[in-house]
């Protein structure tokens, strides 16, 4: 199993832009992803998850993030996307995707729960 995360840049706040998270080597529809990210001298951070179809595909987001960052997937494409809108400095974290098969509602904030993770891919926000 692979995961191959992408996307990430230099961008000024308020700016935009989608991270994408290639997978290979399972079958992807059958996998919960999420999104996690470590800025510097922090811990890793959840940032959200969609589920696998079999759970209905549903989202779930940290609170903080809510209505700027927008989870999905394409089965079709193995390809799970992370669309950050108005972007804050305090953003700027290498953005880190993971996949797991087997893992509950209440363990998705969990980074110790998900079983594959792709290298990460670093967003910074900076003018």
């Known amino acids: 199993v692979q995961l191959q995360a992408s996307g990430g840049g230099l961008v000024q706040p308020g700016d935009s832009l989608r991270l994408s998270c290639a997978a290979t080597g399972l079958t992807f529809r059958h996998y919960t992803v999420a999104w996690f990210r470590q800025a510097p001298g922090k811990e890793r951070e959840f940032v959200a998850a969609?589920?696998?179809?079999?759970?209905?595909?549903?989202?779930h987001y940290t609170n903080s993030l809510k209505g700027r960052f927008t989870i999905s997937r394409d089965n079709a494409k193995n390809t799970a996307y992370l669309q950050m809108n108005s972007l804050k400095p305090e953003d700027t974290a290498v953005y880190l995707c993971?996949?797991?098969?087997?893992?509950?509602?209440?363990?998705?904030?969990?980074?110790?729960?998900?079983?594959?993770w792709g290298q990460g891919t670093l967003v910074t926000v900076s003018s």
């Open positions: 993971a996949a797991d098969r087997d893992i509950i509602l209440s363990s998705l904030t969990l980074s110790q729960q998900y079983d594959y």
């Open positions: 969609i589920r696998r179809s079999g759970s209905g595909g549903t989202t």
